[in-house]
């Protein structure tokens, strides 16, 4: 079969972004820490010469989820190569949070560092963003996932429903069993988005496919992601689709356990945020990745951050990305989807952006 690749393209003049978290602790910046910890970048490394500062605040996933915070960190990062910025103060940097308890006390760490663009990462960040923002109305700040309205805030928003429905388009053609499952994080608008896409896709290519939810209340669990995948799988789910963050990676244990003990075992998995296609990876000629949903969190936060960086820093706007501008994708499948199903994907993905067909943000 014919490999063909087809997914996000965004330039660094189009912003996107999503939903994940990270684990750590709380940092007293009152007194400059000397180490460098897990929990993010601290004051006392090697300082930059940029004119430009910027850092971030993930919420409970971790940075290194494999997927949506991991994606803005990359994004915060390239922003420092670009320009030459070194981590840690004046340059570019990280925080991490082990509860919504340290959202805020991240964010005001990271003000008295002096950071000139400061990301909250999250739609569970929202409060905490309004409540710093509004104490700090010199500062700018930037939200993914959710809307804070205030001058100081740039809110940087996703049409996921519209990737997740693309989503669905394979999985309800790939299938095999006509069973297909969606595993979430936190039951909410962000994660309501992919859950009500991928059902909206999956039932216009099938309308019989039986389409199993389960959400599992956390992004930062693996083992819940790896406990509702065996149950989709061993209930004949051949294919699950997760917005789950680190939980998430309990679907790939999953399902790669049971395609390492049978080689013959149709078993796949659909990442989401970014292209998760190593996390599939069973052996050397193996991988159950299908494709992934792609955000373009990394591009948004090199985007933004360049905007404020010239001056041009979108306070008070809300910023929304779909399909039309290439905000929202899939991953190239590497070979693992056919043709004819990347012909489909390809239509209704033309007559989304055309506004042609319009998914819903909420699950019938």
């Known amino acids: 079969m014919k490999k063909r690749k087809?997914?996000?393209?965004?330039?660094?003049?189009?912003?996107?972004?999503?939903?994940?978290g990270a684990c750590g602790a709380e940092e007293d910046t009152s007194k400059p820490d000397t180490s460098k910890t897990d929990e993010g970048t601290t004051a006392t490394e090697e300082t930059a010469t940029g004119d430009f500062s910027v850092a971030m605040v993930t919420d409970v996933g971790g940075v290194d989820d494999k997927s949506?915070?991991?994606?803005?960190?990359?994004?915060?990062?390239?922003?420092?190569?670009?320009?030459?910025?070194?981590?840690?103060?004046?340059?570019?940097?990280?925080?991490?949070?082990?509860?919504?308890?340290?959202?805020?006390?991240?964010?005001?760490?990271?003000?008295?560092?002096?950071?000139?663009?400061?990301?909250g990462v999250g739609f569970m960040m929202g409060d905490a963003m309004g409540e710093i923002a509004g104490e700090n109305p010199d500062n700018q700040f930037a939200l993914i996932d959710s809307v804070v309205d205030a001058p100081n805030v740039a809110s940087i928003m996703f049409k996921e429903?519209?990737?997740?429905?693309?989503?669905?388009?394979?999985?309800?053609?790939?299938?095999?069993?006509?069973?297909?499952?969606?595993?979430?994080g936190v039951n909410i608008?962000?994660?309501?988005?992919?859950?009500?896409?991928?059902?909206?896709?999956?039932?216009?290519?099938?309308?019989?496919?039986?389409?199993?939810?389960?959400?599992?209340?956390?992004?930062d669990d693996a083992s819940k992601g790896k406990i509702a995948a065996n149950a989709m799988y061993s209930s004949g789910v051949d294919i699950i689709f997760h917005a789950a963050g680190a939980t998430g990676n309990g679907v790939f244990s999953e399902a790669k356990e049971r395609k390492a003990k049978d080689a013959n075992a149709n078993v796949w998995v659909i990442g989401v945020d970014a292209d998760q296609y190593a996390e599939g990876q069973v052996d050397a000629a193996t991988n159950i990745t299908l494709t992934s949903m792609l955000k373009g969190v990394n591009n948004a936060v090199v985007d933004i951050s360049t905007r404020?960086?010239?001056?041009?820093?979108?306070?008070?706007?809300?910023?929304?990305?779909?399909?039309?501008?290439?905000?929202?994708?899939?991953?190239d499948s590497r070979g693992a989807i056919p043709q004819e199903v990347l012909d489909l994907v390809e239509d209704y993905k033309a007559k989304i952006a055309a506004g042609e067909i319009v998914v819903p943000e909420a699950a019938k």
């Open 68 to 119: 949506f915070n991991q994606s803005a960190w990359e994004g915060i990062q390239q922003f420092g190569k670009d320009n030459s910025l070194a981590e840690g103060d004046g340059g570019y940097a990280y925080l991490q949070s082990a509860s919504d308890a340290d959202y805020n006390t991240n964010l005001y760490n990271l003000l008295r560092r002096d950071f000139d663009l400061v990301f």
């Open 161 to 184: 429903q519209e990737g997740a429905f693309l989503a669905g388009v394979v999985a309800a053609s790939m299938s095999e069993s006509g069973k297909i499952g969606f595993v979430g």
């Open 6 to 20: 087809f997914g996000l393209l965004i330039s660094s003049v189009v912003a996107t972004g999503a939903i994940l």
């Open 189 to 219: 608008p962000v994660i309501n988005r992919f859950h009500a896409g991928f059902v909206e896709g999956a039932k216009a290519v099938n309308p019989d496919i039986e389409v199993q939810v389960n959400y599992t209340e956390a992004f």
């Open 308 to 331: 404020a960086k010239n001056g041009e820093f979108p306070g008070g706007e809300t910023i929304t990305y779909g399909l039309a501008e290439d905000g929202v994708g899939l991953a």
